[in-house]
């Protein structure tokens, strides 16, 4: 998530470029500058089934809230209805497992904001449905369109808004077919700058080519990344840089959980402003905020054990814990204890939906548990010589 407020990872924004190596590109000698490892396996492996493959699953995932909005469009039935609610949920899955990796595209096409802005423009929102005038250029701003645009749309107190006895208007109807066709390019927009302009399917291509001055071709970054290629004079000069990289986008998810998404509510809560502090609860409307956030943390876990769904037991043989073992068994055991914890502490311990429970033990045991696995991960840094 990206707050209209606050920047995130701001040293990653100006990391990657515009301009990109193709895959006939020479390889770069790599020059190691302290963390004494060959780090190519595990570049590659972290890229083609950590990255690529979740912003697959979110485009793919995209496609089928689109489709789905298209028929409730059509037939608005509550059986519709729920089908889009359950194809937002399972969109959302991979966008928040992606949140340790938002340096790149994420950042530099700013799609970071775009999918994931909160608070929502609420009055901007209702202004625009009033209007009757609901295009693409009318909702460009982030706070009016993305995942939470939808879902202020489709949910009501954590359900699919009751058609029964509040049927959406054709105007949030149209809303919703505009804000969803908007999210779908965002999700393919992103899966392709990562992707390059190999493999990519006619259906879409098709939306790809809609996109001003957007050529898959020129990103690529999947290949630069993997590559530690430099780009645009900034200096990608070695592997560890990379590695960085991967450090600073799991430790700064971990202290976003924390101190973000749920630390900043809780603090609201205490200071007993109440409503401002369900506001600040990213996904109230669904209540769907204990399941991002659990997710965040599955992004970390995929990262540092070097795939989907990894974890100690099965972690990829190049894989950044793979490394950290082999400098430092000890402070390798001391993160894959934190990774669980922090999930546990959360998908576990806290009570849902947070919206109603921002208080209280479990919830500052989530924000220890999670500050905790901050400061682990960035201790990787000191296995430099």
Aim: hydrophobic share 40%; charged share 25%.
């Amino acid at each position: 998530m990206k707050k209209l407020n606050i920047y995130f990872l701001a040293l990653f924004a100006i990391l990657f470029s515009f301009s990109s190596c193709g895959e006939d590109s020479p390889i770069q000698d790599f020059t190691d500058d302290g963390y004494g490892y060959d780090f190519t396996k595990v570049l590659e492996v972290y890229t083609d089934n950590v990255i690529v493959p979740t912003y697959v699953d979110m485009k793919d995932k995209a496609w089928t809230l689109y489709d789905a909005v298209q028929t409730f469009s059509t037939s608005k039935t509550q059986e519709d209805l729920n089908a889009v609610c359950a194809a937002w949920r399972a969109t959302r899955i991979p966008w928040e497992q992606s949140e340790a990796c938002l340096y790149g595209p994420a950042e530099t096409l700013d799609l970071d904001p775009s999918l994931d802005s909160w608070p929502l423009k609420k009055g901007d929102i209702d202004k625009i449905i009033a209007s009757g005038s609901i295009t693409m250029d009318k909702i460009m701003d982030p706070g009016v369109h993305g995942f939470h645009t939808i879902e202020y749309l489709i949910f009501s107190d954590g359900n699919p808004k009751v058609i029964s006895s509040s049927p959406l208007s054709d105007n949030e109807i149209q809303y919703l077919i505009v804000a969803t066709e908007y999210l779908r390019n965002d999700c393919i927009k992103l899966w392709a700058a990562w992707n390059g302009a190999t493999g990519i399917s006619a259906k879409d291509k098709a939306v790809i080519d809609t996109f001003d001055d957007f050529d898959p071709a020129e990103y690529n970054f999947a290949y630069n990344f993997k590559n530690a290629i430099t780009s645009s004079g900034v200096d990608l000069v070695t592997m560890d840089d990379a590695i960085d990289n991967i450090v600073e986008g799991c430790s700064g998810i971990a202290d976003e959980v924390a101190a973000q998404k749920i630390g900043a509510p809780r603090d609201l809560a205490l200071d007993g402003k109440t409503d401002q502090a369900v506001l600040e609860v990213e996904s109230w409307y669904s209540w769907n905020s204990i399941d991002d956030y659990a997710n965040n943390i599955i992004s970390i876990r995929n990262s540092y054990f070097g795939g989907l769904g990894k974890t100690a037991s099965n972690k990829s043989q190049y894989s950044v814990s793979t490394f950290v073992a082999s400098k430092n068994s000890a402070l390798d055991s001391e993160i894959t204890a934190a990774i669980e914890k922090a999930y546990k502490a959360i998908n576990e311990g806290m009570q849902r939906p947070f919206r109603n429970n921002l208080t209280g033990d479990k919830v500052d045991a989530a924000i220890d548990a999670c500050t905790d696995l901050q400061l682990s991960i960035e201790k990787i840094k000191t296995l430099r010589d």
